[in-house]
């Protein structure tokens, strides 16, 4: 009889299992789910707090990944070493890129107050190296930006490649309706924000920590300026540069992504008398994360 009971257990497990779809980042997780309701089990492997840049999946993850249908990259650092590997464990496992046909930008000099010169560069860098900024995740974005979800435009390719991924794996399955609306949505969030914009001065400046904004600053024609500069944390003497930029610009406040240490957007933040705001790029739901975003910076700069 106990035999019996645990079979019929394993075969009522076996029934409600889900095909598992693996993504990197939780938008991509919720515009799957938006697209294919419950068809599928989505795990996503970053998730809110954890640093998407220095990002290594733990052992659970893998063992997820491993029995994961299909995976959906979006073009982060982690992805360029670690989507190897899965694919060698998973050699079935199909790969459909969310980010195909979105150009990666760097935005350059618009992300930061200044550059230093050669030989403060030298000097920084060896001190950095030597350091290795206990405080700070080192990184670059020369490449360009990673953050290619954090505006409408792209988002609506994002949820076009999602949806051909979805019908390349299940060709019967009925996404159209689902997709379309997802679309909708997208498009009435970009009114939105335009509306909630209207009002500040073209080219306002807000200031970010790190670089993340640079394509919401494009989409609706503001700059994003960055504290950080090329993955380092800035020293006293760049910090107090900051300082009085932001005094001079009446920059209202510093955005310090709450994945990150903040002590350098603090110091800032209150030797210029500005606000200290937060903001996480892996933040859902995706919409209300932008909006909010939007409607922060409307009260301030109005």
Do not use: C
Not at 65 to 77: D, L, R
Request: charge should be negative; aromatic fraction near 10%.
């Amino acid at each position: 009889m106990g035999k019996i009971l645990i079979f019929l257990l394993m075969l009522a497990s076996m029934v409600v299992a889900k095909p598992i779809i693996a993504v990197s980042i939780p938008m991509q997780k919720e515009f799957i789910e938006k697209i294919a309701k419950e068809e599928y089990e989505v795990i996503a492997l970053v998730k809110p707090g954890i640093n998407p840049h220095d990002f290594e999946p733990k052992f659970s993850d893998v063992k997820s990944v491993n029995k994961a249908q299909a995976y959906f990259p979006i073009g982060i650092e982690f992805e360029e070493l670690w989507l190897k590997r899965f694919t060698n464990q998973n050699k079935s496992m199909k790969i459909y890129p969310s980010n195909a046909g979105i150009e990666v930008i760097n935005f350059g000099d618009k992300e930061h107050f200044g550059k230093h010169d050669d030989e403060e560069d030298a000097h920084h860098n060896e001190e950095a190296s030597h350091n290795h900024d206990e405080e700070y995740s080192h990184h670059s974005h020369e490449s360009g930006d990673p953050h290619i979800w954090l505006s409408p435009l792209n988002a609506k390719i994002i949820a076009e490649n999602i949806y051909k991924g979805l019908k390349a794996m299940n060709p019967k399955g009925d996404y159209q309706s689902n997709y379309q609306a997802l679309i909708r949505d997208i498009d009435n969030l970009d009114k939105e924000i335009k509306e909630t914009l209207a009002t500040l001065p073209k080219n306002q400046k807000f200031v970010v920590f790190h670089p993340m904004l640079g394509y919401f600053a494009r989409d609706y024609g503001l700059e994003e300026v960055s504290i950080e500069v090329e993955g380092k944390t800035p020293k006293i003497k760049d910090m107090m540069e900051v300082v009085e930029v932001v005094k001079q610009e009446d920059l209202k406040i510093i955005f310090a992504q709450p994945e990150f240490s903040i002590k350098a957007a603090e110091f800032i933040a209150k030797e210029s008398g500005a606000k200290l705001g937060y903001f996480s790029p892996l933040q859902t739901p995706w919409d209300k994360n932008l909006l909010d975003f939007a409607k922060n910076l409307k009260k301030l700069y109005k």
